[in-house]
């Protein structure tokens, strides 16, 4: 299978993300794209620090002139962090004829206009998925799944450190300071989190999907940034009161005229502030380090799309998303033309072996005794129960009702159970049955 | 520009919107994928019938074969419904070499298989994501966002019809039939909702979504179905009681053996029916005629997209996404190279301009008229006040709170107020003054 060589500048908790999940999913990613991704060489800045995986001595580099140099490498992933040198990095590359990937939001924010025209004038493609919401795949979703669309309106939920705190101050009644520290002792905050806190990180993303939605580089003093340090929990508790949830929301609209949602001045309007949102609404839930963003298109009307914004899992699924992309954009294919058949899966499992939990209501005669009998059934099948609750309400025949939660159960176990509970003479059928979901994968 | 051909199968709800949309959005298309998509020719059942907007008499068609027959036809789309003529006008699309835009998701699933053999056989792209959840992109995050994951589980909610009769059983406390007759009459269901409401309109969607995420044809009868039909309001409330919402769920799992969430046995299982999820979780505010789905995956971990998953206009959006992939397999080109300028919109527009509307607290001297002071201030500067409320608390210096909730103001206006709200000597500073969001757009 033809190999396509891969420049990794930067090993940090990202590249190595990237660099692990390219290595454990290589035959997946084989079967999807038709070619083999290969890491060939990564540049670094301490050669001699110790790694749990990643690539062998021989490949690691200091200088990232090497990635250019090397005519084995098709593809440079841009993961170093900082501005000049990723400047640097990717006009050559871009020169050199080497497609680009990079998940740098400040530089794309402060220099995404000279990259793209060099990008457009050399016919270079540079992919950006990971700059911005980590593992949601909002750029793509925007260039492509919304291309009919003018875009309405963005609302994004992009910086999970302030989401976090904000979180907390909510849930748990911390002060801004507590919930600082506590993120900071998670791992969810750096020890700096100026950038973080001000709202410029989400500042940057926002320059992106503005951007990328409405056609041209939008400045970052063109737009109003607040972040969330000056926040009270006074402020936040009130709002509770009255509806709301405080959400970092990141805002851009188009100023609309028409009635199909395009602009009448041309202009847009980019923002990031605490906002008061309404509690009922679906990014009001958005809670914790994730990310949600809120995309109204004047065809498709409202989306949204959720996920981890930051980590070194999902940020590299989104890399490597961007890696499939320009792999095939080198000549690689997206397998069977529109369905992509893979061998690690082969069959539906039986009805009967699928396990789950379960809510059980029935009906019984209202006497001492029932319970009892119900559980030892249950029991004899091996089907735990969580939960019992018997409500004071009565159905029309005066019979009481009883709710079983159950723990995890083969259909099979289940039905089993059902069959011997319906022999009761104190339980009248039918009964009602249903699934429990608790999205622990 | 060089023109792509398309033929529409179809003019009923959604080939309607797709030409509509097509016509209005023709511009923007252009620039971002460098081709012209034009409409040359639709298939009806009746030519004579009066129609809003669409293609001149002399363009339409009773023959579907009249489609494969013109050789200014690049692409087909199949909007038809049914699943014998579909499939006859693509089998013959195909073995044409013409691209095909489908989203029939009752043939996909039955024949999906045979479909999809032809395609790679003939190496011509068969597109599907109008097929599955409207207008959010599921099929498109499932194939690229997401190809560095192995998926490990996927919950939809994927019918919107059961959504929101089970949304109405819950708010409104209504029984079935109830909800059913209202959603009848809102447009949500159909005359005949068997489909929606035995849970197969969602199974055929489960049976796309489990293919695609695992690389083999899911048979319609390996799967467990079960509707929304025989779900009481009784069991809804107590569900509501022990913490959970009810939701018709599309569950598809991998049967889970390594930490990284590959299937241990090959084996995946599929299912459809009312399920217990915790109120919590963002699933469970999905309401109404929404979609969502959630997509877990052994890098990114947890997402979720959400959207309309019916009606005209999303769906044309689907439809359109996919004509712009076709478009591009047959020699269009993403504008520019990661970036797409455009000439809607050039400009931000200044802060001063931008209106939102706020929330405001002051700390003031507890006394009479001090409202009344800040009233009459918001008011010579044209500032609405939509509600207000003076919490019993009192901050530490013994100040009372006043909480207003300001309508729609330009931020210079506001401003503008403010310095003078602060100039009464009653009220100390600093105010707190935050936006407020309620997404109408």
């Not at 050399?122 to 492509?144: D, L, Q």
């Not at 396990?355 to 091996?382: C, E, F, N």
Request: proline share 4%; hydrophobic share 45%; with cysteine.
């Amino acid at each position: 299978m033809r190999q396509i060589g891969i420049g990794l500048a930067g090993l940090g908790t990202v590249g190595a993300g990237v660099y692990k999940h390219v290595a454990q999913n290589r035959a997946l990613l084989m079967e999807r794209i038709g070619v083999e991704l290969v890491v060939r060489r990564a540049v670094v800045r301490d050669p001699s620090k110790a790694r749990v995986a990643g690539p062998s001595r021989e490949q690691l580099s200091t200088r990232w002139q090497d990635l250019i140099d090397d005519p084995a490498i098709d593809i440079v992933v841009e993961l170093m962090g900082g501005i000049d040198e990723p400047l640097a990095l990717i006009r050559a590359a871009v020169t050199a004829g080497k497609v680009v990937v990079t998940g740098n939001k400040a530089l794309l924010a402060e220099h995404g206009q000279e990259i793209f025209a060099l990008a457009a004038e050399k016919r270079v493609p540079v992919f950006f998925e990971a700059s911005t919401a980590g593992g949601i795949p909002i750029i793509k979703t925007i260039r492509e799944a919304l291309i009919a669309n003018h875009i309405v309106s963005i609302h994004g939920i992009i910086n999970g450190t302030s989401n976090y705190i904000l979180t907390r101050m909510t849930d748990a009644r911390l002060d801004f300071a507590e919930a600082l520290a506590e993120a900071q002792a998670q791992g969810y905050a750096e020890a700096d989190p100026t950038l973080d806190i001000n709202g410029w990180d989400a500042a940057h993303k926002a320059v992106i999907l503005a951007s990328l939605a409405y056609g041209f580089w939008v400045g970052t003093d063109q737009i109003f940034v607040e972040g969330i340090d000056r926040l009270t929990a006074t402020d936040i508790r009130f709002a509770d009161e009255l509806g709301y949830r405080v959400k970092l929301l990141a805002i851009i609209k188009a100023d609309a005229a028409g009635p199909d949602g395009t602009a009448g001045s041309g202009g847009i309007e980019v923002r990031v502030h605490p906002t008061l949102i309404p509690k009922h609404h679906v990014l009001a839930s958005v809670s914790g380090v994730f990310n949600a963003v809120r995309v109204c298109g004047d065809v498709v009307g409202e989306t949204l799309f959720y996920g981890r914004g930051a980590g070194q899992d999902p940020t590299a699924s989104a890399v490597i998303s961007d890696l499939a992309e320009a792999a095939i954009s080198l000549g690689g294919a997206r397998g069977s033309y529109g369905f992509t058949p893979h061998g690690l899966y082969g069959n539906c499992r039986p009805l009967e072996d699928i396990r789950s939990r379960y809510y059980l209501r029935l009906a019984v005669d209202d006497k001492p005794g029932v319970l009892g009998q119900v559980a030892s059934i249950l029991g004899r099948h091996d089907v735990g129960i969580s939960s019992v609750v018997q409500p004071e309400t009565h159905d029309e025949a005066g019979r009481a009702q009883l709710v079983l939660m159950l723990d995890r159960a083969s259909h099979r176990q289940m039905q089993s159970a059902l069959e011997d509970i319906l022999r009761l003479s104190a339980v009248m059928p039918p009964p009602a049955l249903l699934r429990v979901e608790s999205f622990t994968t």
